[in-house]
């Protein structure tokens, strides 16, 4: 009884690899979403994602994710889905290089304009 008590909290317990692939997925994810916004806007309206500042902050979000996701990744013990994070850490991976590229095209359409 004690220990399957133990593995239930064991499984739910959050890891250090869980949680680095947790802030590389929600850093990768904002650095989308702002890349987005940045590539949608005109370049001369002001606000959240538009202009340089949105492309410089979507492309360090993304090298961020990128780096975390790949430090998660080549830390990682055993496969996905034995708790370590590493499932979490390939979707931080996608997540990275989308929001690098989106910021990568949005810096190049922002320096292309003016």
């Given amino acids: 009884m004690f220990i399957q008590h133990v593995l239930a909290v064991a499984a739910y317990a959050m890891s250090a690899g869980r949680l680095g ?3 590389a997925g929600l850093t990768g994810l904002a650095g ?3 890349g987005g916004l940045a590539l949608a ?11 340089r500042n949105g ?3 979507a492309l360090t979000a993304g090298l961020i994710g990128l ?4 430090l998660v990744a080549a830390t990682a013990e055993g496969g996905v889905g034995s708790g370590n994070g590493l499932g979490g850490a390939f979707v931080a991976l996608v997540l990275g290089l989308v929001a690098t ?3 990568g095209l949005a810096l190049a359409r922002v ?4």
Wanted: aromatic letters at 0%; charged letters at 15%; hydrophobic letters at 40%.
């Fill in 101 to 103: 590229v989106l910021g």
């Fill in 55 to 57: 492309a410089a902050a």
């Fill in 21 to 23: 692939a947790s802030v």
């Fill in 32 to 34: 989308v979403i702002i």
């Fill in 41 to 51: 806007r005109p370049t001369g309206r002001r606000g959240i994602g538009g202009g």
């Fill in 111 to 114: 320096r292309r304009t003016g």
């Fill in 67 to 70: 780096v975390l996701g790949g």
